[in-house]
């Protein structure tokens, strides 16, 4: 009776006894192998660099494509001519690459940004002349928040492609102020106003107030005042400073002029 069904099963040809043992085996062992390959690639992702977004689809992607290849090598094993799946597989994955083409450029693109960091989560940065505070590096999408509290979804494919304009990466920022005073005020007087008047909390002590004349105008005299802050308080500085501007300039009788014309009549 074993003898019969030995033939019977032998004249199947995959689940051949000969071929599905050893198939057993390899997708065992296989199931093995790839659960300790996910759990080693689980913790280098851990001690990597990489976004914490980042380690689930790469552990999918992975986990995917060793199922696949072992599936095949299984198949193989069973006598299954793959050849014909594996053509079938490509020409699904190429039809499916072109229907989620640019899902998958966004994708890239996060990985792109995830690897490269022009920017992490919490920083200030101008992407294509939009301006906002990164709340998320998404697989698809990188999230702004702007100023006035809207969030900003930007494609990953657009955003790698773009200009990107970091202001917290070096941790200090630049304040620069212009401001326009009479002819009638002394050049060094309007200085030494300008750089009394940077003198903020939120000032850096290391950096020197910077403060010279920019531009002889028409109606005024144009100056540039330049005073460091750490990127977080950039806009307190920026407020703070240009509202002592105008106060240090009354106290020392210096006047803002603005563009005014003088008409003279011939009788």
């Known amino acids: 009776m074993m003898e019969k069904v030995r033939i019977w099963l032998n004249g199947l040809g995959i689940f051949a006894l000969d071929r ?18 996910l759990k080693v690639m689980t913790a280098a992702l851990k001690k990597s660099k990489l976004e914490q ?18 599936g095949l090598m299984v198949a193989a094993k069973l006598g299954v001519d793959v050849t014909g799946i594996v053509a079938l597989a490509s020409v699904l994955s190429l039809a499916v690459s072109l229907a989620v ?8 693109g996060g990985f792109t940004l995830l690897n490269t960091k022009p920017f992490v989560a919490g920083d200030f ?24 509290n ?14 990107i304009v970091n202001y917290s990466a ?42 010279a004349v920019k531009h002889y105008g028409d109606s005024a005299i144009e100056y540039v005042l330049q005073v460091w802050s750490t990127a977080d308080d950039y806009w307190t500085t920026l407020f703070t400073v240009n509202k002592r501007i105008k106060d240090v300039f009354d106290e020392k009788g ?3 002029t603005y563009p005014h014309l003088n008409v003279h009549l011939d009788q």
């Open 53 to 70: 977004t980042a380690h689930g689809l790469i552990r999918a992607v992975c986990k995917a494509v060793l199922g696949l290849l072992l």
């Open 101 to 108: 083409q640019d899902a998958l450029s966004n994708v890239i």
């Open 254 to 256: 210096i006047s803002m």
């Open 20 to 37: 599905a043992l050893p198939a057993a085996i390899l997708l065992a062992v296989g199931v093995v192998c790839i659960r300790v390959i």
């Open 150 to 163: 809207k969030l900003v979804s930007i494609p990953n494919s657009a955003v790698v492609a773009a200009q």
């Open 125 to 148: 940065v101008e992407i294509a002349g939009q301006s906002g505070t990164v709340r998320e590096v998404g697989l698809a999408y990188t999230k702004l928040n702007t100023g006035d």
């Open 170 to 211: 070096n941790g200090t920022r630049r304040v620069d102020i212009t401001v326009s005073a009479s002819y009638d005020a002394p050049i060094e007087q309007v200085l030494e106003a300008l750089k009394e008047a940077a003198q903020v909390p939120t000032k850096l002590e290391e950096k020197e107030s910077f403060a």
